[in-house]
């Protein structure tokens, strides 16, 4: 390939310079034959044909990228070679933006899970603490209610405690030994009621106030004066309360003025 090159550029260089050499040759004969001119003027005539042979010769030849000069074939080669090369870039081109869009829409798809992720953390994270709560409210009831339930088994005691102090009181014994018994137990209920009023337990209210069957147990009425129509005269049976819950209403002895 590159000796055919060659050789055609040395046949177009050879061909470019007969037609240079041409008009040189018919000069010198037509000066020969008038008798020719002056050495000087044909010099100069000559360098004139020269320069007007070098305007007039139009080199029609392609060189390609390297600077090599191309045939016809090899032209039309090199131009759907081009073309060629095009339609590839233009592919490449295609294959890029839409490798491009798949991208972008890969991002987008990553910020919406990443967005819906968030989101399921933020929900979670509330449905954890209201169960949380509820669970804890739960909790705090039932240990509430085991509580209320261990001081309402333990008035029996507190009562018995109570009704010993009551009956040594109106017994009437006197002497150390009975006293000193006497005020022992009249500690032990003391102390035993100011440990349940720690853990919760309240007397209801009863004697002097105006009776309530929602705390009150009405054991049995008597006739009072007007003023005290209605109102609790004197308690039988102490009652109480945990927190907000009546463990045992108060049995109490209720007035009624007469008509």
């Known amino acids: 390939m590159g000796s055919n090159k060659n050789a055609k550029k040395m046949e177009v260089d050879q061909e470019s310079h007969a037609e240079r050499e041409e008009p040189l040759r018919g000069a010198a004969e037509e000066n020969s034959g008038e008798g020719g001119p002056e050495p000087g003027e ?56 839409e490798a491009e869009s798949k991208r972008l829409e890969a991002e987008r798809q990553v910020r919406d899970y990443a967005e819906r992720f968030r989101h399921a953390q933020v929900q979670i994270r509330a449905d954890n603490d209201e169960l949380r709560a509820r669970l804890q409210r739960n909790f705090e009831q039932k240990l509430e209610a085991s509580r209320g339930d261990l001081v309402a088994s333990l008035l029996d005691v507190l009562d018995n405690l109570k009704r010993a102090v009551a009956a040594a009181e ?85 007035g009624r003025a007469s008509d």
Do not use: C, W
């Open 42 to 97: 044909e010099a100069n005539r000559l360098d004139e044909d020269s320069n007007v042979s070098e305007v007039r010769v139009t080199d029609k030849r392609r060189f390609s990228a390297e600077g090599e000069p191309m045939a016809d074939g090899e032209e039309s080669e090199a131009a759907e070679q081009a073309g060629k090369e095009s339609e590839e870039v233009e592919q490449l081109r295609a294959r890029l933006n």
């Open 170 to 254: 109106s017994s009437g014994k006197q002497g150390p030994a009975f006293e000193s018994l006497l005020n022992g137990v009249r500690a032990t209920a003391e102390m035993f009621e100011a440990r349940m009023s720690g853990l919760g337990l309240a007397s209801v209210p009863s004697e002097g106030e105006e009776f309530n069957p929602e705390i009150h147990e009405a054991v049995e009425t008597v006739s009072v004066a007007p003023d005290q129509d209605n109102r609790v005269v004197a308690e039988l049976q102490p009652g109480y309360k945990f927190g907000e819950r009546l463990l045992r209403p108060a049995r109490v002895r209720v």
